[in-house]
């Protein structure tokens, strides 16, 4: 019997992090520093493509975050935004609204609880990598048709959930391509993509989002923004 069954059985459990704090020094705070300042543009970037608010992003990435350390088993578990629940919260949203999203998260929460509880989790082991390639090959695809509207800025009152109903709304708008918008959007993934291989250390995305914000104050580029957009990012905790 290992160690973490013998608590189990003695009905004790401790989260690893209270292990993981008597070890934990400097470098981790800055690596955790770099991760956390990474995680907060890309929760905003994920809040938005889900068709809710920046805010909403950096919310959930916090609280999440937060949770996964506190109750985490697992020195190496990581908790942060992911860009493959983007498409099935899209749906839901536009099905249900937030009530429905909010239901149906505390419904997966009790599902994998009961997976857990049974050990079903480890049948995950025995599905096929075919499959699961194949799952995030189109989610990427996915996502990457719902960023072609801010992509090349095109005016388009909406953004469908439905892929085929996207792309033949993006097709009809093709004309209204805001070429500073695009402009801007390809610097910007160059820097995201040239960055690491000259400075691997260095996160691109944030270097990007600096850059591309001081060009846009700099210059007084006429594209839309978060300020523009939602009004900005509210100060303080959220109301319940």
């Known amino acids: 019997m290992t160690g973490g069954e013998r608590n189990f059985a003695i009905g004790w459990w401790q989260p690893k992090l209270v292990a993981c704090l008597k070890n934990y020094g400097r470098p981790d705070l800055i690596a955790d520093l770099i991760a956390g300042l990474v995680a907060l543009p890309l929760a905003m970037a994920f809040g938005i493509a889900s068709g809710v608010t ?113 792309l033949q709304a993006l097709a009809s708008h093709i004309r209204t391509v805001d070429w500073i918008a695009t402009g801007l959007a390809i610097a910007s993934l160059a820097l995201i993509l040239a960055i690491p291989k000259w400075a691997p250390r260095i996160p691109g995305s944030i270097i990007a989002l600096a850059a591309g914000t001081l060009c846009v104050v700099v210059f007084k580029l006429p594209v839309e923004t978060i300020g523009s957009k939602f009004g900005g990012i509210p100060q303080g905790f959220p109301a319940f």
């Open 54 to 166: 920046p805010q909403s992003g950096i919310y959930t990435a916090i609280l999440g975050g937060f949770l996964v350390s506190a109750l985490g088993g697992s020195k190496i578990q990581i908790g942060g935004p992911t860009g493959a629940f983007v498409v099935i919260v899209a749906s839901i949203l536009a099905l249900h609204g937030l009530s429905g999203l909010l239901m149906v998260t505390m419904m997966a929460g009790v599902i994998l609880l009961l997976l857990g509880l049974i050990g079903l989790g480890t049948a995950v082991r025995y599905i096929p990598r075919p499959i699961i390639i194949g799952f995030t090959n189109g989610i990427a695809l996915l996502i990457a048709s719902t960023q072609i509207k801010d992509f090349l800025g095109l005016r388009m009152p909406e953004n469908p959930s439905e892929f085929f109903a996207r």
